[in-house]
């Protein structure tokens, strides 16, 4: 078992198990990292544990964050509360009181959360999304049409001259 319990950043920690208070470190392998009030830009990991931290990317079988902000989670399972995440990609989420930009899962559980973009099979509770898998088609729809158009109005113009 590794501690770090300094504000110094590290290049990169391999071990069994990390429990970081404070800091940052720049990457982490391991089957258990807990992570309180610090920062690691990358985590790979069996279980991981966040708690007023931050990530850049995680990808685990087992995410729980507690009041954290990561950019990329990927996990098996991932439970995230009064957190905020730019993309989550599991097998299922449980979501309460959090802001998350896209999520992808089988089975979504969302309670008093907001999601731009929310793509799953199931999903059970209370969620504020923009775009779900419907509107998602629909605005991809509308895009690629609209695209098209600009290419052939600009494809016409450029042979009358």
């Known amino acids: 078992m590794a501690e770090k319990d300094e504000t110094s950043r590290n290049d990169s920690v391999l071990e069994e198990m990390i429990s970081l208070e404070g800091g940052t470190i720049e990457s982490v392998e391991a ?13 790979v990991a069996t279980d991981v544990e966040l708690n007023r931290g931050s990530a850049l990317t995680i990808q685990a079988e087992n995410v729980s964050m507690q009041g954290s902000a990561a950019f990329v989670t990927q996990a098996e399972t991932i439970a995230s509360t009064e957190s905020s995440t730019f993309s989550s990609i599991s097998e ?24 731009v973009v929310l793509l799953a099979r199931q999903v059970h509770g209370s969620v504020e999304t923009v775009l779900d898998t419907r509107g998602a088609a629909l605005a991809g729809i509308v895009a690629g049409i609209s695209v098209g158009l600009v290419l052939f109005v600009g494809n016409l113009l450029s042979r009358r001259r």
């Open 31 to 43: 089957d258990s990292v807990q992570i309180n009030q610090g920062g690691v830009r990358s985590i």
């Open 92 to 115: 299922v989420a449980n979501i309460r009181e959090s802001r998350i930009g896209v999520v992808i899962a089988k089975e979504a559980r969302m309670e008093n959360s907001t999601a």
